[in-house]
């Protein structure tokens, strides 16, 4: 029979010499109901907390490194107290514009021109642009400076109809009774011509007119 060892006389394991083939002395209670002393391998046990469903209730972490394969997390809703920073090209997707409410940018972060704009030809999302000069070969830019052009024309086209109406409504022949036509941009007196014609404008179902 073995000499019975307390585990407080055992020496302390030091860090630098603690590795997954090292072993863990438990109490297993789990098919036994007195107990059965086992050991357990640290890359055994740390296997098996990876793959439990744990639920913790408050967890203070001062800082997260991802590994080579990243860090996924899957939460229900995340409160920051402070700030967050996303880095240079850090893709965003899952956020509705419609769900955002109460936003703030950094006015140093923006230049002019600086927008939001909705890029269907890349898979659908929101991306940033800009709509100056700094972007001349981007065809998003030449697009809404067409459309600008177009509208601008499409704006004097309507100044100019808006002075033409006003024109006519404003160039109204003499109220003397007389007949009158445009020649030229003035109004003649037509009466003399007129009146002779309207000798034969009534028939009156006889041989000829009256």
């Not at 789990?30 to 050991?39: A, E, I, P, Q």
């Amino acid at each position: 029979m073995a000499d019975a060892v307390k585990i407080s006389e055992l020496p302390n394991v030091t860090v630098g010499s603690f590795g997954v083939q090292d072993h863990f002395i438990v109490n297993d209670v789990s098919n036994d109901t007195v107990g059965v002393t086992r050991k357990i391998s640290v890359g055994s046990f740390v296997n098996w907390i990876s793959t439990q469903d744990l639920s913790f209730d408050n967890i203070e972490l001062n800082s997260i490194t991802p590994g080579p394969g990243g860090l996924n997390i899957t939460v229900d809703g995340i409160f920051i107290k402070d700030e967050l920073t996303l880095d240079v090209g850090t893709n965003v997707t899952g956020i509705d514009i419609d769900d955002l409410d109460d936003v703030s940018i950094d006015e140093g972060l923006l230049t002019h021109g600086h927008v939001l704009m909705w890029d269907s030809q890349s898979g659908g999302s929101w991306v940033h642009d800009y709509v100056d000069l700094s972007n001349a070969g981007d065809s998003t830019s030449i697009k809404l400076d067409l459309l600008e052009d177009t509208i601008n024309t499409l704006n004097d086209s309507i100044v100019i109809l808006l002075d033409s109406i006003e024109a006519l409504q404003n160039d109204v022949p003499p109220n003397d009774g007389g007949y009158y036509a445009k020649q030229n941009g003035q109004w003649v007196d037509i009466t003399d011509i007129i009146m002779p014609a309207t000798n034969y404008i009534i028939y009156d179902g006889g041989t000829s007119p009256t």
